[in-house]
């Protein structure tokens, strides 16, 4: 089954970035979906097809995706941001196809 | 404004069986596939399947882990997406979020609203 890789922690300083990456194998070629989800709340779409953002939305949170990494990036962070963030894409060249998610990365703003 | 309303969860037997459901309201509901997610205390997400729309017969997709288990049913006519779920293990404790499958540049969909979650456990 396909498998994406998030690094489990990212930490940074209010008014930086913060780069949060996802690998899979030629995750390039796939449609990328990241989420921010808080403590006890459920999680939010913040970027979608890799690049877009969703109404609402801060343009500090991008997104790319080429080859094996897709990478959300978050500028001039806030406090506000810290949270879980999670990849997911669609998989359907195994013999389950269906959703994956990332593991996901806990976002620490110093 | 769109809201999606998970109810049902709750306490039950290694074994049993329980019945999820999902209100959905401010939009049209027979337009878009519909999903379910768990997330385990701690642990990240992981999807549990979803329901397409009448354009597409319903077809429900399901994860291998619930695969034979879990059914996925909707209700147009109510507005309503629900899990039932058969021979419960342990390991299906989880809060349980029901999600809407937007829209896309191409046809790999993201999940654009979640419901707040409902938690079942799974103990004996």
């Known amino acids: 089954s396909y498998v994406l890789t998030q690094p489990p922690s990212v930490s940074v300083a209010p008014g930086q970035t913060a780069r949060i990456t996802c690998g899979g194998n030629?995750?390039?070629?796939?449609?990328v979906h990241w989420y921010q989800q808080k403590p006890g709340q459920a999680p939010v779409l913040v970027v979608y097809?890799?690049?877009d953002r969703p109404s609402g939305i801060p343009e500090r949170f991008s997104g790319s995706n080429s080859g094996n990494t897709a990478t959300l990036t978050i500028n001039r962070v806030e406090a506000g941001d810290e949270a879980d963030y999670y990849c997911?894409?669609?998989?359907?060249?195994?013999?389950?196809?269906?959703?994956?998610f990332g593991g996901g990365t806990k976002l620490t703003v110093l | 404004e769109v809201q999606l309303v998970e109810s049902g969860g709750g306490l039950v037997q290694p074994g049993g069986s329980l019945r999820l459901s999902c209100a959905a309201s401010?939009?049209?509901?027979?337009?878009?596939?519909m999903d379910w997610v768990r997330q385990a205390p701690g642990k990240g997400l992981e999807w549990v399947g979803r329901?397409?729309?009448?354009?597409?017969?319903?077809?429900?997709e399901y994860a291998a882990s619930v695969k034979g288990r879990f059914t996925i049913s909707r209700d147009d006519s109510e507005n309503s997406l629900s899990l039932q779920m058969n021979s419960l293990k342990t390991e299906d404790t989880a809060v349980y979020y029901c999600?809407?499958?937007?829209?896309?540049?191409?046809?790999?969909?993201?999940?654009?609203?979640w419901g707040q979650g409902t938690l079942v456990t799974v103990s004996s």
């Open positions: 097809d890799d690049s």
């Open positions: 999600g809407r499958e937007g829209y896309s540049r191409g046809w790999q969909l993201p999940f654009d609203y």
């Open positions: 329901a397409r729309n009448k354009a597409n017969s319903y077809t429900a």
């Open positions: 401010g939009f049209t509901f027979s337009d878009h596939y």
């Open positions: 030629n995750i390039g070629s796939k449609s």
């Open positions: 997911q894409v669609w998989d359907f060249s195994s013999h389950h196809p269906g959703v994956v």
